[in-house]
DNA sequence: TAAACATACCTAATTTTCTTAGGTATGTCA
DNA sequence: TGACATACCTAAGAAAATTAGGTATGTTTA
């Protein structure tokens, strides 16, 4: 992903769209944080399987392999498991993000 | 660093720091960092000392040796290269948690 | 109609950054 | 004196990314 600072947020980003989304395949995440973020994230496709593949062994995400056309996608979406733990991923991430905020904006020089 | 998420974060932490600070040494980063998170964020040493050396030999830190009694301390503080940088740093951080947080809470399955 | 680009999946080698688990040495406090 | 704090450090391994490919189909354009 590019941005340089991501690491360890894609699995995050990821339970959040299929929170929001009920069910995405690969590429079609990548074209939507494109999207979404005005082009300012991408996630690159070397990044983005083997995270969809370690999820999905965890048993947070499962696979439903569809043909369109001559085409074939495969779907993911969140497991009974997948719900429950996803309220922890964005816990984690809101208070990452509430501290860094903090320490870049709060007045660290007071003492 | 605990809270599993920031790889990436820690140089930025760190410039941050030695923005509002002048000059620090290695052991008190951690304590400061510690501190004004109320121990929700804890630098290991075993992450910092090695971010530090890479940080120097980039030039955007140097570093100062002094005694204090029979112990010595290493003091680091921001390059004319790193003064300059940091201002990047903070903006692509910034920039980061803005979209993040957007990501997060924004209502991403209108359409 | 052929080339280029987009869609759609994937992996492997390497790099970066961290955790874990040490090591050394001095200072302080119970 | 033994534990804990201060203060520096490194090395092995793990985790998660980048980079750079590969395969194949569908669409657009020169």
């Known amino acids: 992903m590019n941005g340089k ?18 069910e995405m395949y690969g590429y079609e995440i990548t074209q939507k944080v494109k999207e979404l973020t005005g ?30 056309g001559n085409r074939m996608r495969k779907y993911y979406s969140l497991t009974k498991k997948g719900k429950k733990e996803s309220v922890n991923y964005m816990k984690e991430m809101q208070s990452f993000l509430d501290q860094m905020q903090f320490l870049l904006n709060g007045k660290n020089n007071l003492a």
């Open 5 to 22: 600072i991501f690491r360890g947020s894609l699995d995050t980003i990821v339970i959040k769209l299929l929170t929001d989304n009920k």
């Open 39 to 68: 082009g300012t994230m991408n996630i690159t496709e070397g990044a983005l399987y083997p995270a969809l593949h370690k999820l999905e062994g965890k048993g947070i995400l499962e696979t439903q392999t569809r043909s369109i």
